[in-house]
């Protein structure tokens, strides 16, 4: 299992970025896919899930309505478009594929990570 994570940076306050993680060695229309994201000092939190079999999402109440997370399954990747971004956003962001049917709950696949800041 492979995830190739990228589009993280530095970016001013109240810019854009989209994250993209592409994933391979798996049949990734069997998995939900999430971004987590951990800044220094805290525990690794969910930012966004987009659910495999209808492509609903969920988000954080702290993204709602500035981050959209996005897949394409044709291409086996996941993305997040970051708008408004805020310093407290700073935080290496995290590629999750978890199993959404039979045989697959349970098991999760984690990508190695792309830091995000956001300073002036």
């Known amino acids: 299992v492979q995830f190739v994570e990228s589009g993280g940076g530095l970016v001013q306050p109240g810019g854009s970025l989209r994250l993209s993680c592409a994933a391979s060695?798996?049949?990734?229309?069997?998995?939900?896919m999430s971004w987590y994201r951990q800044a220094p000092g805290k525990e690794r939190e969910l930012v966004a899930r987009i659910i495999s079999f209808d492509s609903s999402t969920h988000y954080a109440d702290s993204v709602k309505g500035r981050f959209t997370i996005s897949r394409d399954n044709t291409k086996n990747s996941v993305y997040l478009q970051m708008n408004s971004l805020k310093p407290e956003d700073t935080a290496v962001y995290y590629c999750?594929?978890?199993?959404?049917?039979?045989?697959?709950?349970?098991?999760?696949?984690w990508g190695k990570g792309t830091l995000v800041t956001v300073s002036s």
């Open positions: 999750n594929a978890a199993g959404a049917r039979a045989p697959y709950y349970g098991v999760n696949y």
């Open positions: 060695g798996f049949t990734f229309s069997n998995y939900h």
